[in-house]
Every structure is written in C-alpha cells, then in structure tokens.
C-alpha cells in the first residue's frame, strides 16, 4: 500500500508540473522609437544634424546640413526631395515585403511529444479531460505497481524447497516438512506450512483459507483496472456529446460559428481518444495479471491437493502398521 501511495503521488505531481508548464513567450520586435544596431554593411539613416560613423563600404544616408563621416570611398546618398528624414530611416530599415520576420524565424515549433502540444490538447478537449486525467493516473499507478508486486513474487519462487518438502512428506517426515516450509516467500510454500500445522484440526480448512489469502493477495486492484477499462471510454463518449452540444450552440452566431463548431468538434474527438487510449493501455496489464491470478491459484490447488493425498497415504500407512500390530499385541497378552 505504501508503494502504490508513493506511485500515485509522483504521477500527481508530474502531471501537474506539466500542466503548470506555460508556452514560451513569442518574441516581440523592438519597440517604436527604440535604437537599432545596422549591421554590417546596412545603410545608415540619420536626422538633421546628427553625426553617423559608418564602416567601409556602408551607404549613408544623410538629410541637408547634416555631417556625415564616412570611410573613404563610401558613396554618400540624401534624401529625396519631399520625403522627410524619419521616412526615409523607416523606409530602409524595414524588412522587404513577404520576408518573414526574426521573431517568427526563432519561434521553436513543438513536437507531438512536446509538453505545450500535449497541454494545448487537454485544454482543446474540455472540462471532461480532468476526470480522464484523474482516471489515466490511477491506472497508470496501479499498473505500476502490480509490475513491482509480480516481478518480486517471480523472485520468490523457491521451487527446489517445494520438492524437499514433497520429499520429506513422502518419507513421513512431517516435521522436517514444517521446518523447511517455515519463514518461506513463497505463496506455495506459505500455503503448505499452513496446512502441516494444522492436520490435526483440519486440513482442508487451512488449506482453503491459506490458499484463499494468497490468491486475494495476487488479485488485489484488478477491479480497480476492470473499472478503468470500462469508464474511461465512457467518459470519452460524454466528452463527444458535450463537444457536440457545445458545437450546435453556436450554428447561430454566423461571425463564431466555424471557429465554435470546429473547435466543439475538436474538443469531441479529442476527449473520446484519450479516454480510448486509456482503455486500451489498461486492457492489455488488466487481462495478463488475471491470467497470472490463475496461474497461481492452479498451482495452489495443485499442490493443496498433492499435500492432501500425500498426508492422507500417510495417515493410512500408519493405520494399517498400528492395526497389524495390536493383534499380535493382543495375542501375547492372551497367552
């Protein structure tokens, strides 16, 4: 419980880093009226009176009465009759026309595995992606930590005891069964020592409840996973109708209605595959853990069963061996 504690904490917490994660700031050109650097190179725009220094081979471009100090060589080129000298600067230090601009040169595009693309979905799906979200972590930490709790008992398997067991049950050595069952990992084993101390009382009944403890232990949250898979696709399903009556509310309004109903029909159909996507991830741990239940509850009746036999032969031989001696017993006394 501890372990499925701590999973779902760390999967709350980075969805909601991911979800508190902004889009990067686009960035803005330089502001009306703020200085410009030319590069090199680029033509040099002044106001009357002012003083430019320009590099070699830079044109500049100089209003009457102003003092320009160019290189040697550099062509010097005034502003054309009627055009004031603030036009002029606009004029040459605006980008040409159907150029694109710095900022959207340096925009980075995001990916499909992007944090804003995936943020930018779950606002486009609608208010019926928070419970989706809800119900995607709960199955991711489930999932999580069934893998952790059948990778371990894979680890505790000890199936060379089992047989010693068997082995020393086989020789009437129920004593020597016990101690070599006992402190034992292993489910099987765990079931076995159970029933060793036990046969006195009832065999069977401590087997069965033995075996019943294991078995709820292997199938802990599965219907925690069986209701994921069923709901999750429901609650895509809602959020289609509710995109879809978010949709048709708008058909009205002629000035928002393409924008309205295509972003309702996008909300629809994004809710319906994140809550399909959940499903089908949840579906495919859901049915292997059942087998594995199976499995392990096979081999509990399995081998509840050989100890019962065994034990049972045992009994018997004892029986017989206790009943062929007391007529002889008898029969000396007799004498």
Same mark, same amino acid.
């Given at each position: 419980?501890?372990?499925?504690l %701590? ?17 990067? !700031?686009?960035?803005? /050109? ?13 033509a ?7 003083? +430019? ?17 160019? /290189? ?21 230090? /605006? ?13 980075? /595009? #995001?990916? +499909? ?17 928070w419970?989706?979200?809800? +119900?995607s ?8 930590? &069934?893998i952790?709790?059948?990778? #371990?008992?894979?680890? &505790? ?11 020393? %049950? ?9 101690r070599?069952s006992?402190?034992? &990992?292993?489910p ?16 069977q ?14 199938? &802990? ?16 399903? $809602? ?36 809550g ?5 991830? !949840? ?12 499995? $392990?509850?096979?081999? $509990? ?5 050989? $100890? ?6 045992q ?11 007391a ?9």
């Amino acid at each position: 419980m501890k372990t499925l504690l %701590i999973i779902f904490l760390c999967s709350v917490a980075i969805a909601l880093t991911l979800l508190a994660q902004s889009p990067a !700031a686009p960035q803005t /050109s330089p502001a009306a009226g703020a200085p410009a650097a030319a590069a090199p190179g680029a033509a040099a725009v002044t106001s009357p009176g002012a003083a +430019v220094a320009t590099s070699p081979g830079a044109a500049a471009v100089t209003s009457p009465g102003a003092a320009a100090a160019t /290189s040697p060589g550099a062509p010097a080129q005034n502003v054309p009759p009627g055009q004031s000298p603030a036009a002029a600067a606009t004029a040459a230090l /605006s980008p040409a026309a159907g150029s694109p601009s710095p900022a959207a040169e340096a925009q980075p /595009s #995001g990916g +499909v595995l992007g944090s804003n693309w995936l943020i930018d979905k779950f606002h486009k799906g609608g208010p019926i992606m928070w419970p989706i979200l809800i +119900v995607s972590i709960i199955g991711l930490t489930v999932v999580i930590e &069934r893998i952790f709790w059948w990778s #371990g008992r894979w680890f &505790r398997r000890d199936p060379k005891r089992i047989e010693k067991v068997f082995t020393a %049950i086989e020789h009437g050595d129920t004593t020597e069964a016990s101690r070599l069952s006992r402190g034992s &990992r292993d489910p099987v084993l765990r079931m076995m020592w159970n029933g060793l101390n036990h046969q006195h009382a009832s065999l069977q009944g401590a087997l069965q409840v033995a075996a019943g403890i294991e078995i709820k232990r292997a199938g &802990r949250f599965l219907v925690v996973m069986d209701t994921l898979v069923t709901l999750a696709p429901l609650l895509g399903l $809602l959020g289609t109708i509710t995109g879809l009556i978010r949709s048709f509310s708008f058909l009205g309004n002629e000035e928002l209605a393409v924008q309205a109903v295509t972003g309702g029909i996008a909300e629809a159909l994004i809710a319906t595959a994140c809550g399909l996507g959940i499903a089908i991830f !949840a579906l495919i741990p859901f049915n292997f853990f059942t087998s594995r239940v199976a499995n $392990l509850e096979f081999e $509990l009746q399995t081998a509840a069963t050989n $100890l019962e036999v065994m034990l049972g032969a045992q009994t018997a031989a004892e029986e017989i061996k206790f009943a062929g001696q007391a007529p002889v017993a008898g029969k000396g006394s007799s004498i």
